[in-house]
C-alpha cells in the first residue's frame, strides 16, 4: 500500500538521479581535467564524493518535498479510496473513473432505460392519436345527428306555429259567427 508506494516514488526519483550522475563516468570526469595519472585517483575519489553527496542531497530535498507537501497523507487517502472499492467476482477490485468517464458511463448505462421510456411515450401518444381521432369522428356523427334533430325540430316548431294560427284563425272565425 503506502509504505510500497512511497518505496516505488522514491525508487524512480533514485534512479533518475543515477541516471543524470551517471551521464557523466568517474573516467570521462577524470579525462576532461586532463592531469597527470598520479592525481586521477585522488580526482576519482572526489567525483564519488561528489555524486554520493549529490544523490544523498536529491534524496532528502525528495523526503523533505513529500513531507511539506503531505505525500504519505495523500498516499495514505489513495490507499483507502482503493480499499473502497466494490470487490469484482475475480477479486479485482473496480477501476476509479474520472468524474467525466463517469458521467459518460452513466450515460450509456441509462439509455436502454431511457430508450424503453422514449418507446413508451411513442406507444402512449399513438394510443392518444388514435383515440382522439376515434373521438373526432364520433363528435362529427353527434354533430349531424344534433343538426338532424335541430332541423327536425325546426320543421315541428314552423309546423306547430302554423297549426297554432290556423287555430288561432278559426276560433276568432267561431267567434264572430
Not at 512511497?6 to 524512480?12: D, E
Not at 555524486?51 to 532528502?60: H, W, Y
Not at 349531424?144 to 306555429?161: H, K, P, R, Y
Amino acid at each position: 500500500g503506502l509504505r510500497m508506494a512511497k518505496l516505488q516514488l522514491t525508487h524512480l526519483f533514485a534512479s533518475s538521479v543515477d541516471e543524470a550522475l551517471g551521464s557523466c563516468s568517474e573516467q570521462a570526469f577524470c579525462d576532461g581535467f586532463n592531469l597527470p595519472a598520479e592525481h586521477a585517483q585522488v580526482l576519482a575519489r572526489a567525483h564519488q564524493q561528489a555524486t554520493d553527496k549529490l544523490r544523498g542531497n536529491a534524496l532528502a530535498e525528495l523526503n523533505l518535498i513529500s513531507d511539506e507537501h503531505g505525500v504519505d497523507a495523500a498516499l495514505g487517502r489513495l490507499d483507502s479510496l482503493k480499499a473502497e472499492r466494490p470487490l469484482l467476482p475475480d477479486g479485482s477490485r473496480c477501476l476509479v473513473a474520472a468524474p467525466k468517464e463517469s458521467a459518460l458511463m452513466l450515460n450509456e448505462a441509462a439509455q436502454p432505460a431511457r430508450r424503453r421510456h422514449v418507446q413508451a411515450m411513442r406507444s402512449a401518444l399513438e394510443q392518444i392519436d388514435q383515440e382522439n381521432a376515434e373521438l373526432e369522428r364520433q363528435l362529427a356523427e353527434q354533430r349531424a345527428v344534433l343538426q338532424a334533430v335541430t332541423a327536425e325540430v325546426g320543421a315541428c316548431s314552423s309546423t306547430f306555429q302554423q297549426t297554432a294560427e290556423a287555430c288561432e284563425q278559426w276560433r276568432d272565425g267561431l267567434r264572430a259567427t
